[in-house]
Structure formats: C-alpha cells, structure tokens
C-alpha cells in the first residue's frame, strides 16, 4: 500500500484525486533519489509529474509533507504486518525477528530512494518529533514476552523498544551512507536483536577476590 492509498472503497472522482496525489509523490521520490531531497524543489516535482504548481498545494502543504507521508507509509505496513504476526502463537525472539526483518524488507525493497528520504526524514528532525512507532511495536511484543514468562517480570518493555528502536535507528542511518559497502541491514538487525536478547557479558566467568585478599 503507497502512502496516498485509502483503505475504504474511492469514488470516481476521489480516484482521480488519488491518482494526482500519487503522480506528485512519485515524482518527488523519483527525484530525490536522483539528485538529493536539497536539491529537488516543487517546481521540478509538479513538472516531472504533469500538474500545476498549484496543485501540488492541494496535496502538500510543504516539500516536507512528502517525507512525513513516506514515513507515515511505513509506520502503516509496520503496524499491518506485525499485526498479523502477533496473532499467531509464536515465541518472543521469532516475533522480533518478523519486525526487524520487515524493516530490512521495506528498506530493501525502497533501495533506489530509501537513502535519500532517510537523509532527508533526520534533516526535517522528524526521528525527534514522530511518534516512536517502532518503540511501541518492539515494547508491545516485549510485554507479551513478558506476560507469557519469556521475558524477566523486572523489564521495562517501553525501555526495551526504546533501545531496540534506536539500535533500528543507528544501522538504518550507517547503511543508508552507503548500502552497497554496507553489511546488508537485515544482517545487521538480526545481529543486534541476538546481542540485545543474550547480552554481551560471558555467562561464567571468575568472580575477582575481594581486594585486600581472603578473610583470616
């Protein structure tokens, strides 16, 4: 589903609307992919897709309006799929597996523009501003973790999708610098979920003496 699609049944003539909305957004991630988000403007956008500037207003307000759908496009097929998932009766770990590889999945398949709209979605500041979605789904399957004995009663879920979704974050701003030297993000996901999941300290280990050596 593209970010200008309904889920109701459109008229005829809401159709046409959807047409043109989706003409415009198309044709600014196309140039944004080509030339940059800074270097693109409206003229260009409303050119390439065959309608008045003044059209583009009726849709978007502000070419910023144009990352906020593409971000909103993803927030809506994060929360479908793992909706379908978290319905099936599945371990913790394979449910956070689903959700990282989702994300790997729409970046992949967004190749040509994913980098550009991730540049251009940090500069317009929206990681601060948005709502957290991916926090939320990442702390909803940590609660049920927890809930069904698979996770420690004495974690936070919110603080652990916080941290799930700003590791997101960091690969998803490393790999978009470059995605063909990058380790592949599904990859990497998939790595940083196993290490937030064990940990990183050895399970045995020494226990050190206390200082000043054993008591008399």
Same mark, same amino acid.
């Not at 589903?1 to 200008?4: P, R």
């Not at 998932?85 to 913790?92: F, K, N, S, Y």
């Given at each position: 589903?593209?970010?200008?699609q309904s889920a109701r049944p459109l008229g005829r003539r809401e159709r046409s609307k959807q047409r043109v909305r989706d003409a415009i957004y198309s044709a600014a991630l196309s140039l944004f992919a080509a030339q940059g988000y800074d270097r693109t403007t409206i003229d260009q956008i409303t050119e390439q897709a065959d309608v008045a500037r003044g059209t583009f207003f009726n849709y978007f307000q502000r070419k910023e309006d144009l990352v906020t759908a593409w971000a909103e496009d993803r927030a809506v097929r994060l929360e479908a799929c793992m909706e379908e998932?978290?319905? =099936?009766?599945?371990?913790?770990t394979v449910h956070l597996t689903r959700c990282v590889t989702a994300l790997a999945e729409f970046? =992949? =398949? !967004?190749?040509?523009?994913?980098? =550009?709209?991730? !540049?251009?979605?940090?500069k317009a500041g929206r990681p601060l501003t948005e709502e957290p979605y991916t926090g939320r789904i990442f702390a909803r399957i940590i609660e049920e973790g927890r809930r069904q004995g698979q996770i420690s009663t004495d974690v936070d879920p919110l603080r652990v999708g916080?941290?799930?979704r700003d590791a997101y974050l960091g690969a998803l701003y490393r790999w978009?610098?470059?995605p063909a030297a990058a380790t592949p993000l599904h990859t990497e996901l998939r790595e940083l979920l196993r290490i937030v999941l064990d940990g990183v300290l050895a399970h045995s280990r020494v226990v050190p003496s206390p200082v000043g050596g054993d008591d008399a």
């Open positions: 589903m593209s970010a200008t998932t978290l319905h =099936a009766d599945h371990d913790v970046n =992949a =398949a !967004e190749l040509t523009y994913a980098p =550009a709209m991730v !540049e251009a979605w940090v916080n941290l799930l978009s610098r470059d």
